[in-house]
């Protein structure tokens, strides 16, 4: 008796001397499902539906054509493709033994530094292969990554690759989804996600902070996968993943297979992506009727507030080290050239120079808030306290203005409370 799998995948794949044997898991393509390979192997298949216009299929074959040279440790190999109808394809991959590091994470919530280095050094090395021939992964999530035995990290889900536009919640990056510079996002925060919680009695170990701060700075600047691997490198020893009993995995994985799903994952969805042509569609419609009619109309982007608000607390921090240096030309890593921002720092860095006093600066936010978009920078609330010269000043509030440019997140004005009042804001908490 065949299986309910997808229609005509069972009779296709035993054409080709495959047995399926039952659901593994979701991935981008929907349902993935557990097989032996003709030589008695395990495998995994997923079903692409590339019922697609004629450029997106040619686009998605040609990723498909791409990835079939990419062969890296640390990836699941690509076994074989089988048509299955004039639309629908199975992805054949190899089955990699192991939990998740989501189910890890869910019965060891904090790693220690060394075994995060573990976990993203490689798998830096994985995105470093795949968009060395124009590919993403796009979904570089807990769910997403295998611990094989001794706890190597393998990146799974391959039909992302050749599909596109999926994507884990809590991973994905506003505007850098679907690119090289999301794909190390995602991976910057799954380190930080394992890293969470890890501390000591009296605060944070300094192989931790070491470890947070080059994930930290990932999510603020450009970095490509190699920067990354290096920075994590050298701020802690690699050491072995510890995984836990198999016997407490055995029973989270059936508590997942039973329960509610608890991960929020967009599965890139061809009737999706024809809803979205036809309101692109109707959105230049209502764009041309607005100018004729001479009415401005304002389609706000995708909220970009935590990325903004991670960027403002490490930009507030950077910018005490930047005027400790005393280095002008440093200045650019926190504030746009020529900007109000960049010229009031230039201003104080010199006056501090002329009057021969201690540049040490020391910065550390107290709490940082998104407030929302205007005129395409985003705003966010910081209250930190600063200590100059050894002397601690009062606590500061100030508004932010963040614009994200092909560095990285930059300061462009710096705004207070008063100023934000009066302007309107599309979106956030300031927006009713």
Known sequence: MDLATEPGLTSALRARGYQVRGPAGVGAGGTAWAANAPDGGRVVVGVLDLDLTLAE????????????????????????????????TALITEAVDGPTVGAVLSVRPAWT?????????????????????????????????????GGRPVLIDLAGIVLGGGGTRGFTSPRGQGTARGDVHALAQLGLAALRGAKV?????????????????????????????????????????????????????????????????????????????????AAAAVCAVALVVGVTIVLPDRPTGPDATAAATLLTER????????????????????????????????????????????????????????????????????????TEAEPRAVVLALVETRDGWRVMDVLGHAEVGEVSVPVGPLAG
């Open 57 to 88: 299929r040619r686009a998605a074959v040609d990723r498909l054509d791409r990835l079939r040279e990419v062969e890296h440790p640390h990836l699941a190999r690509l076994v074989d493709v089988v048509a299955l109808d004039g639309h629908r």
């Open 113 to 149: 530094a060394g075994e995060v280095v573990t976990l993203v050094v490689p798998l830096a090395g994985v995105l470093g292969a795949l968009h060395a021939h124009g590919l993403v992964h796009g979904d570089v999530a807990p769910e997403n990554v295998v611990l094989a035995p």
């Open 201 to 281: 009695a009296d605060g944070e170990a300094p192989a931790d902070q070491a470890v947070r701060a080059a994930l930290e700075s990932a999510l603020l600047d450009r970095v490509d996968p190699d920067a990354l691997a290096t920075a994590c490198f050298d701020a802690a020893a690699a050491e072995p993943v510890e995984l836990p009993d198999s016997a407490v995995l055995t029973r989270v994985a059936l508590t997942r297979l039973t329960g509610a799903p608890g991960v929020e994952r967009t599965l890139p969805d061809p009737r999706v992506a024809r809803r979205r042509r036809i309101t692109a569609l």
């Open 319 to 390: 910018r005490a080290e930047v005027l400790t240096s005393g280095d002008p030309a440093r200045l650019a890593e926190v504030s746009v050239e020529g900007s109000p921002a960049f010229a009031a720092d230039a201003a104080l860095m010199a006056s501090l120079e002329s009057r021969g006093e201690d540049p040490h600066v020391q910065a550390r936010v107290l709490e940082a808030q998104w407030l929302g978009q205007r005129d395409g920078r985003d705003l966010v609330a910081v209250t930190f306290a600063q200590r100059v010269a050894g």
